[in-house]
């Protein structure tokens, strides 16, 4: 069940990517969902973009 104050919507990903992930987060002891945040907050993170975190996260 997603947190209330996590925004949730729908994402389609290629079968083989999404297995990808699956085995990264196995590996990392994490959901596929917080591996995707993970992975996306990294990757910001490497672009120099920073992510401001909202009140009560």
């Given amino acids: ?3 209330p104050n996590k925004k949730s919507f729908a994402l389609r990903l290629d079968p083989a990517l999404h297995a990808a992930i699956e ?3 196995a ?10 945040e993970f992975l996306l ?3 910001l993170k490497k672009r120099g973009v920073s992510v401001k975190e909202e ?3």
């Fill in 1 to 3: 069940m997603p947190s």
């Fill in 55 to 57: 009140k009560g996260e």
């Fill in 27 to 36: 590996q990392e002891l994490r959901s596929v969902n917080a591996e995707i």
């Fill in 23 to 25: 085995r990264l987060a």
């Fill in 41 to 43: 907050r990294e990757a």
